[in-house]
């Protein structure tokens, strides 16, 4: 037999040998699932033991391992060294970690009051601010108390807007203007029927809107029996009434016009929605037009706490009558506190003004302005939650009104034109809707519709306060639009913080200095004489 024989031999029989042990593989195994031992009495033990067959995973991880330690050899274990010497490093490195953090006190961080620290919770200074307010505050109404006495007189307020107890002039000024709210309806029900043209009912909505400001106004310059007092609330209704009624019929207007393009829904764009409110409100019944136009929708609009007139207007689910009750006790504190602050705090200052103003005496003039400029401040604050939070809320509550949105965060305010747009916002949504943007869509640039926009706010500034008092100074229309250059400067060169104080010294020191002017001048006037 030659070598290449021999050298077939052995592998021909190991492959025999190898096939062949499934089978005794498998009787061994039906012995063990018998429950026999492999190695009986009497029975020799097999002669080749590796050909016995084991359990596949058993073989598979031994023929792996050992081959894995064939192959790997002395690198196996110098890589279980070094994991372990790994495993070591962590384990110290935690340790000291640990230890460091155990005896350290610094991290790496940035002050409190530092504008990189992210710290923005000043509830703590907050309260320090107010309690220094009302102590510095205390201290004056009581050194006033000390000078003055108690000036508070109930019986006085009566005054203010009565002269003769039989004669009512605000309040008939007041009745007569349902006058224009009837003249309003019935032009709108004859134009939605088309018994007037368009062109006629433009020319009556003019006639009629601008009889609102010249009628009350010389009714108030001409009646001797009328107060400024009982003058200011008449003419803010008669002006509060005149951008309904403007709302009112430009929203009827938008509505010919969708009806006519015979639109089949109207849209909330143009205040016209076509489904009921379904947040947390009741379904009510949809109006469309012309069904808007009854008595019931009329009043219900001239009542509500909003300027801008709309279809379908967002209802609450009922009346929160405890709600109520809080606004209302709002409302009543807070009015006798407006009435006794300005008795006993503002009337004596302004009186004791006077004089410097007379003598032109600019550094007393100054002084006395600063002294009134605090508690002037303090009564507009007062007045803002009185009228903005307690009342519109009770109207609001009572008329079942969702639209609770008075008024934003304006004390945030870091320009003038955020302020503008979120102390007021009844005003600021009926400027925006029915004159800011038809302005910018017939072209007009953004600037100078903001400035027509702060020209018609300085218009009934001046109106409101210089028709009452008989007397011209222009004041508060300057004033307002002193703004504009102001909201420039502001929100080109300031913002933050110091936009944020710029914005509380124009509240502090500029509208008040500009009501206090025509109070001051009302007294040198008419008491000018007497002092």
């Known amino acids: 037999m030659s070598d290449r024989a021999e050298m077939k031999g052995p592998v021909s029989r190991r492959r025999r040998t190898t096939s062949s042990s499934g089978g005794v593989g498998a009787a061994v195994g039906a012995k063990q699932v018998n429950g026999s031992k492999p190695h009986d009495a009497g029975e020799k033990p097999p002669r080749h033991p590796a050909k016995i067959k084991t359990d596949p995973v058993s073989r598979n991880s031994s023929n792996s391992n050992g081959k894995t330690d064939r192959q790997m050899g002395m690198p196996g274990q110098q890589q279980k060294q070094q994991q ?167 929203v009827n207007r938008w509505c010919r016009q969708i009806r006519h393009a015979k639109a089949k829904r109207l849209t909330r764009s143009n205040s016209c929605p076509s489904v009921a409110q379904s947040n947390g409100s009741t379904i009510h019944a949809y109006v469309s037009y012309p069904g808007n136009l009854t008595y019931r929708d009329m009043y219900y609009f001239v009542f509500a706490p909003t300027l801008c007139y709309q279809l379908n207007f967002p209802r609450s689910r009922r009346i929160r009558i405890r709600f109520l009750m809080r606004r209302l006790f709002e409302m009543l504190f807070f009015m006798q506190l407006l009435v006794g602050l300005i008795q006993q705090w503002m009337v004596p200052t302004v009186q004791n003004s006077m004089k410097p103003f007379q003598e032109m005496d600019y550094s007393r003039m100054t002084e006395r302005l600063l002294k009134l400029a605090v508690p002037n401040h303090l009564i507009w604050l ?61 072209g007009v640039n953004k600037l100078l519709a903001q400035t027509a926009v702060f020209l018609v706010s300085a218009f009934f500034h001046e109106y409101l306060v210089s028709v009452p008092l008989k007397m011209f100074r222009l004041w508060a229309f300057m004033g307002m639009m002193t703004q504009v250059p102001l909201a420039c400067v502001v929100g080109r060169y300031l913002r933050g913080n110091y936009g944020n104080a710029v914005v509380w010294i124009s509240l502090i020191i500029g509208q008040p200095v500009a009501i206090l002017m025509y109070v001051h001048d009302f007294y040198v006037i008419h008491y000018g004489g007497a002092t």
């Open 382 to 442: 007062i007045f803002f939650y009185w009228f903005f939070h307690s009342t519109m809320n009770f109207v609001a509550e009572l008329l079942r009104f969702g639209d609770r949105e008075f008024y934003r965060d304006w004390w945030n305010s870091e320009t003038v034109t955020y302020f503008w747009a979120n102390w007021n916002i009844p005003v600021h949504k009926w400027c925006l809707r029915h004159f800011y943007k038809p302005m910018l869509r017939k």
């Open 84 to 250: 372990q010497l790994a495993t070591s490093q962590r384990n110290q490195k935690s340790v000291v970690e640990d230890i460091n953090k155990r005896l350290s006190c610094h991290v790496l961080q940035e002050s409190l009051l530092s504008s990189d620290s992210g710290y923005s919770n000043y509830r703590g200074i907050l309260n320090w601010c107010v309690v220094m307010l009302g102590l510095s505050n205390a201290r004056l109404f009581l050194e006033n108390i000390i000078k003055y006495g108690i000036l508070v007189d109930p019986i006085q307020v009566v005054s203010l807007f009565l002269k003769d107890p039989y004669s009512w002039p605000a309040a008939c000024l007041i009745i007569a203007s349902n006058v224009y709210i009837l003249a309003a309806l019935y032009t709108e029900r004859r134009l939605a029927v088309g018994t007037i043209s368009e062109t006629t009912g433009r020319a009556l909505h003019i006639f009629y809107l601008t009889s609102m400001l010249i009628f009350p106004a010389a009714t108030v310059l001409i009646l001797t029996s009328m107060t400024p007092v009982g003058g200011i609330l008449s003419l803010a209704a008669y002006t509060v009434l005149f951008l309904k009624l403007f709302s009112y019929q430009d």
